[in-house]
């Protein structure tokens, strides 16, 4: 609870800063010191100190997990600000407003880690997504960020309304909003209760960009401003899914043998769309976004199987996962456009850049030693561990194979390209931060127990 | 026959006739000011089954905010342009078969209606009324009604972002 006011009220700090603070630089700083003090806030909390004693009439639960979670959100959006704050200023006039609207969106990912109750629920997706279609089509003179703000909008709309009318259903069946298994397993027999879970089941799957509800993403993410983009598709992506399993673990296993092929259905189709759609694209940003649907496929996995792993999973793979793609687009950021063509002989240029990058595109293939083969592993495991879906785990590995193969294209084509002197200019402390979040990959992906010994 | 009784007879021709003109009328302009019509109509017959909020926000919203809505884009079209297109005898069919189609189903669902010989409820059921309404909200709802106001006023930022210059 305390980073959630912490949040709102650094929200509405941040919209009127701009008239006390000139310089833009000045609201950065203030946007990063706004950030340490909510996660201190919320480390406090979970450690038992509340700034304010509010009953919230059992529709948010505080546990463990959701403070865990909420903990990497805001260290993660604090690596965001660090690594592509300054970009934001290339958009538009309005900094601090972004800075404003992202802070909106951390409330409404506090409110998606936290709720137990379906209002809550709602309320936190829409709190997230609305400030996500405006930053979307914040480069107002862009025609793409337009249409990519526009399509979001009306596509992210209709299935806000999908989900309310699930929400209808769940509420006319079982009498509650509460989100727990007692109020579904009196009405297990009802066929509205069914329908309902299946509405929100594929509301939920568009918001996490699954197949067949991720058209949307390819657009939207090569539309949005970089920056945006980076952020998007990382954290708040992170968020649903934190929604998403959290609604289902709760509420719906009485009735998992229901859903559980439908989600495991989805899972193969996004892992194939995602990955096959991905080796042929020649713009490194559509790649990535291709590549988080793909990812997207994998971090399901924690639907099929409720247990250790896939809990321990979840979380490093939203580590992992985040901090590699916000790692490539800050680079990304930098260059004049996404074509791949941009990456040849980098490591001539920024050998550091080019091996942190390596780095992340290795996690983010999984090969061994870093984060994102761990991940992989737990979220196999976990399913594993269930004891169905075999075919799923080998269709999994085969696709992750070949995902190998488009991340491993930039890689060729940073070290064994000539360039045509196109360099791009970065600060030494970026070098430095970019090595540092490197290094993270690896000592996760050798030593997990040292991200996962807080989730006690 | 009561006074209630009366009212209600008189609302139910009233909501049918402007139902029906809004289908006949030529002018789209007179369509939406007969549907206009048929929203007070609708919020008298709340206000006769005790639900006065229903009333209330029926009338804001859909004679409010939604019809402007839908008078902007009849301004945004050229009305003298289109002329009515001569539509072929298997279309017309088939809007018939649709429109019985949906009359089967509300037929089906209003014969099985609890209470058909109740034609209002002016007393009782207070559920409607905007002071249950408050209460709950000010009370059992009091966290996601302030968590809402987050919401608007992202969506408000929003607006002024896009917006401006």
Known sequence: MNALIVTAVLGVMMMFSSIVLKRNSAIRMLAIVGLLFTFIANVLDSSGVHFFSINIKGMMHFDQFAYFFISISIFCTFIFFLLSAKEMERIGVNYSEYFALIFFILCGIILVASFTSLLILFLGIEIISIPLYILTG??????????????????????????????ALFYGSTGSFSVENSVVIAATTSPMLLIGILLLLFSMSFKVSAAPFHFWAPDVYDGAPTVFTSFMATIVKAAAFIAFIRLFSLAFTPLQDRWQLIVAVIIALTLFVGNITAVFQQSVKRMLAYSSI?????????????????????????????????????VLVKMKDSSLEEFNGFAKHQPVLAVALTVFLLSLAGIPLTAGFLSKFYMLKAVMHSGNFLWLIIFAVL????????????????????????TIIVSTSFKWLLSALAIIIIVLGVYPQLLLQFLV | MG??????????????????????????????????????????????????????????????????????????????????????????????????????VLIA?????????????????????????????????????????????????????????
Not at chain 2, 128 to 141: C, H, P, R
Not at chain 2, 148 to 158: D, E, N, P
Request: with cysteine.
């Open chain 1, 294 to 330: 793909a990812q997207s496929g994998f971090m399901l996995m924690a639907l099929l199987a409720f247990n250790t792993f896939s809990v321990e999973g979840i979380l490093l793979y939203i580590v992992a996962y985040s901090i590699s793609t916000m790692g490539i687009f800050s």
């Open chain 1, 399 to 422: 696709m992750a194979a070949v995902s190998v193969y488009y991340y491993f294209r930039i890689i060729q084509v940073m070290f064994f390209k000539e360039s045509d002197s196109n």
């Open chain 2, 3 to 104: 006074v209630t009784a009366i009212l209600f007879w008189i609302l139910s021709s009233l909501a049918l006739l402007s139902a029906i003109m809004i289908v006949v009328s030529k002018n789209p302009v007179h369509s939406v000011l007969w549907l206009i019509l048929v929203f007070f109509a609708i919020s008298g017959h709340y206000l006769l089954l005790n639900a006065q909020f229903l009333a209330i926000v029926n009338i804001i919203v859909y004679a409010g905010a939604i019809m402007v809505l839908f008078l902007y884009v009849l301004m945004l079209i050229d009305l003298k342009k289109i002329v009515d297109p001569q539509r072929s005898l298997w279309i017309k069919l088939v809007g018939v078969a649709t429109g019985c189609c949906l009359l089967l």
């Open chain 1, 138 to 167: 914040s480069d107002k003179k862009n025609l793409k960020s337009n249409e990519a703000s526009l399509k979001y909008f009306l596509l992210g709309a209709f299935s806000t309304g999908i989900m309310l009318m699930g929400i």
């Open chain 2, 109 to 165: 669902a209003l014969s099985k209606a609890d209470q058909t010989t109740a034609l209002t409820q002016t007393i009782g059921g207070n559920i409607g009324l905007v002071e249950n309404l408050g209460k709950i909200l000010f009370s059992e709802y009091l966290v996601p009604f302030e968590i809402s106001s987050i919401l608007f006023l992202s969506a408000m930022v929003g607006a002024v972002v896009i917006g401006k210059k």
